[in-house]
């Protein structure tokens, strides 16, 4: 079993940048691929961004690419996705999951998932 917590949501003007975090616990963190997801209101779920368990494999969605930055701290059993110059589309809870040495965008393919951390883009 995995526990994910994610963290750093928050209301951010149009433009700027924000950090999540996404803190795993009670699972041998670098044996899983990780993957950021978002949902906004109304919206089906969608992936962002995707690192595989060593860290080497990265892949992201064509809307992000060039703005988002994902990437994994295995000491610190924590993965974090950097999002610069957001925009309002960028709105929508955000979530991390994990699945042991998947490589896929599916949401159907991840075990493990956190909450969800807000992220508000004012304009």
Do not use: H
């Not at 950090?19 to 962002?48: D, H, I």
């Amino acid at each position: 079993q995995v526990n994910l917590v994610e963290s750093g949501g928050r209301v951010v003007q149009a433009g700027g940048s924000l950090r999540l975090s996404c803190a795993a616990s009670g699972g041998a963190f670098m044996r899983y691929s990780m993957c950021w997801f978002r949902q906004a209101p109304g919206k089906e779920r969608e992936f962002v961004a995707y690192i595989g368990w060593m860290g080497g494999i990265r892949d992201y969605a064509a809307s992000v690419k060039g703005r988002f930055t994902i990437s994994r701290d295995n000491a610190k059993n924590t993965d974090y996705l950097q999002m610069n110059s957001l925009n309002p589309e960028a709105a929508a809870f955000y979530y991390c999951a994990a699945g042991l040495r998947v490589q896929s965008r599916r949401t159907g393919e991840y075990d493990y998932w956190g909450q969800g951390t807000q992220v508000t883009v004012s304009s």
